[in-house]
């Protein structure tokens, strides 16, 4: 079994930054794409960034120019960099991963429990 867990979400006024980290841990041989989504209030869940196993990257149109995706393989570890935050970013951010478990030939996807972000003043 794979387990994500989120950290870095909080409040910050605008204009501010946050940096979101994800994790995933447990029997992993690979992982294939990472991403990060978000879901505000009554909204659905839309993506923010993904970026594959190659480090290509993909970015909504409302976060390019703010928000950096990366990340660090040999930690199993995506991370979402947030400049010149808006009011309007403020959402429950969820990261997904799929994962290919060891012993298996193929990828599962996997989601992170959420962590909230707050860009108020």
């Known amino acids: 079994q794979v387990q994500l867990v989120e950290s870095g979400g909080g409040l910050v006024q605008p204009g501010g930054s946050l940096r979101l980290s994800c994790a995933a841990s447990?029997?992993?041989?690979?992982?294939?794409?990472m991403g990060w989504y978000r879901q505000a209030p009554g909204k659905q869940r839309d993506l923010v960034a993904g970026?594959?196993?190659?480090?290509?990257?993909n970015y909504a149109d409302s976060v390019k120019g703010r928000f950096t995706i990366s990340r660090d393989n040999a930690k199993n570890t995506v991370y979402l960099q947030m400049n010149s935050l808006k009011p309007e970013d403020t959402a429950v951010y969820y990261c997904?991963?799929?994962?290919?478990?060891?012993?298996?030939?193929?990828?599962?996807?996997?989601w992170g429990k959420g962590t909230l972000v707050t860009v108020s003043s």
């Open positions: 970026i594959t196993s190659g480090g290509s990257i």
């Open positions: 447990g029997s992993i041989f690979s992982i294939i794409p």
């Open positions: 997904k991963m799929t994962v290919v478990e060891e012993g298996r030939f193929y990828g599962r996807e996997y």
